[in-house]
């Protein structure tokens, strides 16, 4: 039952990093500076996510989130569906911090003690390549914002960027965020240049209970393209 569970937990670990810097520093344009069209900006972040092979990423959970018991989140990404990081989480009312490695099909994890646990691959196990599928992560996510508004420029960790505003419904969500049943509000920082990649995203997901704050899911992307190689533990 811990093993399902633990499972469970880094499957939404994994997923919800899949749309995306901390220290921001915001402007405002002005009359002669106008800012750009938040849905064109939206649509080239869309393309420029569909080319990604490789990222870094972080994920901070703030609030309770229905069903995901991670409170964070770190690791490296590649395309092809390998991942490896560390996820803090909370199980059955205890803080734990765990390795993962997914290499192939197959999820590794280490806790606390011991060494890595293979879990083979099958139905219901998330693949992580789903992140950076055209199809079915960051990409359609981006491309699939109504309501689009460019807010301000900011700096995100020394990277020039703009932040805009929108609305994603759920079926476009469900591949990088399984579970929600709602539409959620979405921020995206993309870089102010000629591609526009994505490089953070707060998603504003429901309260879990009736009163209290809703909590936001704030997710990075760095290191793009930066060569990672990821191989089953020893």
Request: charged share 20%; net charge neutral.
């Amino acid at each position: 039952m811990r093993v399902m569970l633990t499972r469970r937990v880094l499957i939404g670990a994994f997923a919800l990093t899949g749309a995306l810097a901390t220290g921001c520093s915001p402007s405002t344009g002005g009359t002669s500076n106008p800012l750009p069209d938040g849905q064109s900006l939206l649509r080239d972040a869309a393309d420029s996510a569909r080319t990604i092979n490789s990222a870094h990423f972080t994920l901070k959970v703030n609030g309770g989130v229905a069903n995901l018991p991670v409170t964070s989140a770190d690791g490296d990404l590649t395309r092809d569906g390998s991942a490896r990081g560390t996820a803090d989480m909370v199980e059955f009312g205890q803080r734990l911090r765990l390795d993962f490695v997914v290499a192939g099909k197959t999820l590794y994890i280490k806790g606390p003690t011991g060494g890595f646990q293979a879990i083979p691959g099958g139905t219901g196990i998330y693949d992580p390549s789903a992140i950076l599928d055209p199809e079915r992560g960051v990409a359609k996510v981006l491309a699939s914002v109504s309501g689009a508004r460019t807010e301000a420029k900011e700096t995100v960790d020394g990277i020039a960027t703009d932040r805009v505003t929108g609305r994603v419904g759920r079926e476009a969500v469900a591949g990088v965020v399984p579970g929600i049943n709602s539409d959620v509000d979405v921020t995206f920082w993309v870089r102010d240049d000629g591609k526009h990649q994505p490089v953070r995203a707060s998603i504003k997901l429901p309260a879990v209970n009736q009163g209290e704050p809703a909590p936001t899911v704030d997710m990075t992307l760095a290191d793009v393209d930066k060569p990672v190689t990821i191989t089953p533990p020893a």
